[in-house]
């Protein structure tokens, strides 16, 4: 199974001739587990443990009354936990791996203060610190290269 939460706040606003620029601040984590029998039929157990900080910038792009489309650029780290455990062994493995994430979605503006949209991101994250015999690096393909795909609800103050 999986779970994910997180959230973005911001602060920025209209320079002349520019659309709105918004400095913005996220943190999202994301964990998920699997167990399965290897070829010999011992059971194991892994877990994977993701939270991302970062910082960044992100762009709104008004084109045509209320539609607006927005675009981002985060960079930052994630805090990558991983875990394996096949009954005679119990290994964790801690690291902070550096990431950037592109994020891209259009946004309705309901209210003065509300906005809804959709936001599709991916996030490329540098494994090259992975212990290649340690637990996360079965995860490698999950850690390096992550999409998703979104809600969003923005409030405007």
């Known amino acids: ?8 706040a911001g602060g920025g606003g209209r320079w002349v001739g520019l659309p709105p620029i918004y400095l913005i601040g ?20 892994e877990h994977l443990s993701l939270t991302t900080v970062g910082t960044g910038l ?25 875990r394996f455990d096949d ?21 309705f503006r309901v209210m003065h203060h509300l906005s809804l949209g959709a936001r599709a991101s991916i996030a490329f994250v ?3 610190a992975l212990d290649r015999g340690g637990p996360a690096s079965a995860w490698e393909g999950e850690v390096q290269q992550r999409s998703s795909v ?5 409030m405007h103050f």
Do not use: N
């Open 1 to 8: 199974g999986a779970l994910a939460c997180g959230g973005v």
């Open 26 to 45: 996220s943190v999202d984590h994301t964990s998920s587990g699997r167990a399965g029998r290897d070829a010999s039929g011992f059971g194991y157990d």
């Open 126 to 128: 540098d494994t090259s």
């Open 87 to 107: 009954g005679s062994q119990h290994v964790i493995e801690d690291l902070w791996l550096p990431y950037t994430e592109l994020g891209v979605g259009p946004q």
């Open 58 to 82: 992100r762009v709104y792009v008004p084109f045509g009354g209320p539609f607006r489309l927005m675009a981002d650029i985060t960079v930052g780290a994630v805090a990558t936990r991983a």
């Open 150 to 154: 979104l809600g969003t609800v923005t």
